[in-house]
């Protein structure tokens, strides 16, 4: 009886480490799947959505064409979004977590090949996943006060950090040009922001550049908890925020 009892759990155990098995190899291939698609097409289409936005830019408020493209360049917005909603899809959650700083350094590199301005990208604090609609926000309003701040670089550079923190994602991009001018559409980027209870700040000063800084609630965005150390308990003890 213990010998059949055995043998049983023995199947059964089997059973369930090529299930398990199975299901590796399943996700290994969506993961794949997802990398090849991010990798080729989408990297494309962004590089090419950016040279049409430096093109748009380039005419002057009033020109005939200038709408046309903005409103081309609206689908193509739309059409990349659901994109990446699907590699998200593909991916396994929580466990490879959202790629927002790969993006973001994805995005940088194709501005300075386009603008010919130096990009840097710091990354501080522990990497936290973003859940799948904020990261596809944040991107968003990155892009656009990023393309801004390549526009007035000049001959300066952009840097873009991304500041994981127990209570809040904060991204900081500036530049080092001379203009020191804010982004045209600031009221329509802090309304975007809102929506996800975050908040947009800029501080231009003309010959030092300008910085945004775009500050989300890690309880919004997060997909888990930010891991404390024995420092922020200590503080959040304290009753500190940060």
Known sequence: MVLVLGAAWLLSLRRTRRAYEARLRLLAERERVATSLHDTLLQSMQGMILRFQSVSHRL????????????????A?????????????????????????????????????????????????RPVPVHGDCSE????????????LFQQARDGEVALELVYGCAFLELHARDSGDDGAPPPALDQLRARAARLSATIDVMSLPGLGTEAILKV??????????????????????????
């Open 137 to 148: 926000a944040i991107y968003a309003i990155m892009r656009e006060l990023l393309q801004h």
């Open 60 to 75: 002057a408020a009033d020109h005939p064409e200038r709408v046309t493209i903005e409103h081309i360049l609206d689908q």
């Open 217 to 242: 609630p890690g309880a919004v965005c997060y997909q888990t908890p930010y891991p404390l150390d024995w420092q922020h308990r200590f503080a959040a003890w304290l009753g500190c925020t940060h």
């Open 77 to 125: 917005d739309e059409v990349l979004a659901e994109g990446r909603h699907q590699i998200l899809a593909l991916r396994m959650p929580l466990v490879y977590g959202d790629n927002l700083s790969q993006s973001l350094a994805a995005l940088g590199q194709a501005l300075q090949d386009s603008y010919g301005r130096v990009f840097r990208l710091q990354v501080h604090g």
